[in-house]
């Protein structure tokens, strides 16, 4: 895994380690790392307990939006803040919700791990400072495509139908537990994304 200290990242990475610095906001959109929160249960764990009741139903479920199509939004941004673009550099690389069966089948034996590096932020429009982190990102991975998630797409992953025929108790988990831009949703994203469009966390 590869994180980022500003951005809220995920990506799979082999034989690195996961190093996640959660933000969140407040009303006049400060940010701040969320170093202090109260402990709960993971995500991880929380989402291993729903799986395990309901792997048979997996196969009966409705591929979701390709990963292309849930970035992808027109930006019109105001002055000084720029437009934060998706790297797409090979569109061959397919992720898992995008392939029919037997094609998951072949990558999954050539390349587990797709090279694909996810990005989080409230907005894509962004900052001339933030920005120039976002390029570095894509020159450190010239090889890797990059997707940018606003709010807008964190959102439409979460509550896709998908996920609640698959884990029942996550539309009460994201209603009781979780409001959104809260650092507990944001590290159930991190799970959705790379269980459906990363690596296979079964």
Not at 2 to 14: D, E, K, L, P
Not at 75 to 94: A, G, H
Request: a negative charge; proline letters at 5%.
């Amino acid at each position: 895994m590869v994180g980022c200290a500003i951005f809220g990242c995920v990506t799979s990475y082999r034989n690195s380690k996961l190093f996640f610095h959660t933000i969140e906001y407040y009303t006049d959109n400060s940010a701040y790392f969320n170093d202090d929160a109260p402990s709960s249960p993971s995500p991880q764990q929380l989402l291993q307990l729903l799986s395990n009741n309901n792997k048979h139903q997996q196969q009966q479920q409705q591929p979701l939006l390709q990963l292309s199509e849930l970035t992808r939004s027109h930006i019109r941004c105001p002055e000084p803040l720029l437009p934060v673009y998706d790297k797409i550099i090979n569109t061959n690389i397919s992720t898992f919700g995008e392939q029919d069966e037997q094609e998951q089948k072949q990558q999954e034996q050539n390349n587990l791990i797709p090279k694909i590096i996810h990005l989080s932020w409230k907005s894509r429009c962004i900052s001339q400072d933030m920005m120039e982190i976002v390029d570095k990102w894509k020159d450190q991975f010239p090889s890797y495509n990059i997707y940018i998630h606003d709010d807008s797409a964190v959102a439409a992953l979460l509550n896709d139908n998908y996920w609640y025929d698959l884990f029942p108790q996550l539309q009460q988990i994201m209603t009781s537990c979780a409001k959104f831009g809260s650092a507990m949703t944001i590290d159930i994203w991190r799970i959705l994304i790379l269980y459906r469009y990363g690596v296979n966390l079964s």
